[in-house]
C-alpha cells in the first residue's frame, strides 16, 4: 500500500473515491439508490377558443394537446379517427378554415379563431352531403375507419383542383385543371384505406366531381 506520487493516499483509497464520482455522476447514490430526478416544469393549461362546425368551442387545454385529441378526447366528436397519430394515414383529416389537415400534427392552440369541419359537419344522417352520399352509392368504405378522413379530404380535393391549385401530377399549369381519375388519385394519396376501397372512393369522388372514374 504505498502512497501515490506522495499525494497521500493508497492505491485502494484512489480507486474507491473513483468509483463513488463515477456513481454520483451516474445519477445514483454511493449506495445505489436512484437519486430523486429533477423536477421538470409542466406546461400549464391556456384558453383556447375556435368555431368547429358553426359552433364556438372553448377549452382550456395543455398546450401540448392536438387538434385531434381536443376535437375527440375534450369535444367529444368522435368522428374524426386517430390512425398512426403521426401524420402518415390522413384518417384524422378535418379542414380548417376551407383547407384539410392532418389534426394529429397541429396542437390546437395553433388554431385561435379558426373555423374546424369535422365529418359531423358536413351532413347529418337524414341529410347527407353530396361526398357522403356518393361513397355510400359506391361502397367507398369497408370498416369505415378511415371513411371520415377520406370524406374530408375528397371534399378539399375537389376543391383544390376547382381553385386551380396544382399537383405533382398536373401537367398543364396554364389551362384548366381538370378533376382527373389521376389528380383525385394523386391528391388522396395521403389517405391510406387498410381496407383497399380506393377503387370505389375514385368512383365516388368522380360523381360528385361529374367527371370519369
Ligand atoms: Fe393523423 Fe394518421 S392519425 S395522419
Ligand atoms: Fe377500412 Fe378504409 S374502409 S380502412
Redesign the pocket.
Known amino acids: 500500500m504505498d502512497d501515490t506520487r506522495g499525494l497521500g493516499l493508497s492505491r485502494r483509497g484512489m480507486l474507491a473515491a473513483s468509483a463513488a464520482t463515477a456513481t454520483v455522476a451516474a445519477g445514483t447514490t454511493p449506495a445505489g439508490v436512484l437519486a430523486a430526478p429533477a423536477r421538470v416544469p409542466v406546461p400549464g393549461k391556456v384558453p383556447v377558443r375556435f368555431s368547429v362546425n358553426g359552433k364556438s368551442a372553448e377549452l382550456s387545454l395543455d398546450t401540448r394537446t392536438t387538434l385531434?385529441d381536443a376535437l375527440r378526447e375534450h369535444l367529444a366528436l368522435t368522428g374524426t379517427?386517430?390512425?398512426?397519430?403521426?401524420?402518415?394515414?390522413?384518417?384524422?383529416?378535418v379542414i380548417v378554415n376551407g383547407t384539410r389537415i392532418?389534426?394529429?400534427?397541429s396542437l390546437a392552440v395553433q388554431h385561435m379563431g379558426d373555423e374546424v369541419t369535422t365529418i359531423e359537419g358536413l351532413g347529418t344522417p337524414e341529410d347527407l352531403h353530396p361526398m357522403q352520399a356518393a361513397f355510400v352509392k359506391h361502397d367507398g368504405y369497408q370498416c369505415g375507419y378511415c371513411t371520415p378522413?377520406q370524406i374530408c379530404s375528397a371534399v378539399s380535393v375537389l376543391k383544390e383542383i376547382e381553385e386551380g391549385i396544382p399537383s405533382h401530377v398536373t401537367d398543364d399549369l396554364e389551362g384548366e385543371m381538370r378533376p382527373t381519375n389521376m389528380e383525385m388519385r394523386e391528391r388522396m394519396s395521403?389517405n391510406i384505406c387498410r381496407c383497399g376501397a380506393y377503387s370505389n372512393i375514385a368512383e365516388a369522388m368522380a360523381e360528385v366531381a361529374g367527371a370519369e372514374a
Not at 392532418?102 to 400534427?105: A, D, E, M, P
Open positions: 385531434l379517427k386517430k390512425g398512426c397519430d403521426h401524420g402518415q394515414c390522413g384518417a384524422c383529416t392532418n389534426s394529429c400534427l378522413g395521403g
